[in-house]
């Protein structure tokens, strides 16, 4: 039973390598879109995708070094990618972020 | 014994959410590259994003469950985190890239333009009036 358990920590290792592979091709497509995208709202969804990517590439990079410490960074790039959407989905809406002008 | 079964279900599961939010997480970036306007595209994008991701942070969850013993609350917050954010934001994108004049593709009426300008000409009304 001992033994069955080992060979499955190892299974679990292979897989989260695999899983780094597939996130890796899907963060190259993402890239494609984000070099071709017609407009920039392609461009900022595309972006919002690949930091996602990023968030589950943390999580399984904390698998794979077996080590708890990566939890702290997933919240944080969840966080930062709200942030940065908002500011780019506001600045495509109104052409500037911060409104300077008196009314 | 039963601490060794449960530890082996465990780690079954863990496989399970692992291959299954990566498989959700690369159809969507295939979803991203290959639809044809920005609306379909934020449709893969978000909805299947944040799934893929949901059950990739609950696999970690797990794991760390089965290696430490500690059940990993920030892992949970995220998972939270993004499920509040994800609608939001592409939200905000949809609408911002409406306003830039992006067309739905394939669709005859644009009921989201009607009812703005419905809207604008009841402004304008009431402005008259008074």
């Known amino acids: ?7 499955f920590a190892e299974i679990i290792q292979m897989i989260s390598i695999i899983c780094l592979i597939a996130l890796s091709v899907s963060i190259l497509l993402l890239i494609i879109r984000v070099m071709k995208g017609p407009s920039n709202a392609d461009r900022a969804v595309a972006l919002d995708a690949i930091g996602i990517n ?12 077996i080590t708890p410490n990566f939890n702290d960074i997933v919240l944080l790039i969840g966080i930062l990618l709200f942030i940065g959407t908002v500011a780019i989905a506001i600045y495509l809406e109104k052409g500037d972020l911060i409104d300077t002008e008196d009314d | ?25 690369f159809t969507a970036s295939v979803g991203v590259l ?15 994003s944040t799934l893929g991701v949901a059950s990739i942070l609950i696999g970690a969850c797990i794991f760390h469950y089965t290696e430490y013993g500690i059940i990993s609350g920030k892992l949970i917050l995220g998972v939270l985190f993004i499920m509040l954010t994800a609608p939001v934001a592409s939200h905000l994108i949809s609408r911002a890239a409406h306003l830039r004049g992006a067309k739905p593709y394939g669709t005859l009426k644009d009921q989201y333009q009607e009812a703005i300008d419905k809207e604008k000409r009841r402004q304008k009304q009431q402005q008259k009036s008074k």
Do not use: C, E, W
């Not at chain 2, 290959?34 to 299947?48: E, M, N, Q, V, W």
């Open chain 1, 1 to 7: 039973m001992s033994a069955l358990q080992d060979n």
């Open chain 1, 54 to 65: 990023i968030m589950a590439f943390a999580a399984l990079l904390a698998i794979i070094l």
């Open chain 2, 1 to 25: 014994m039963i601490q060794k079964t449960i530890d082996i279900i465990l780690d079954i599961l863990v496989i399970i959410f692992l291959l299954g939010g990566t498989f959700s997480m």
């Open chain 2, 34 to 48: 290959r639809f044809p306007d920005i609306y379909t595209r934020l449709h893969a994008a978000s909805k299947g």
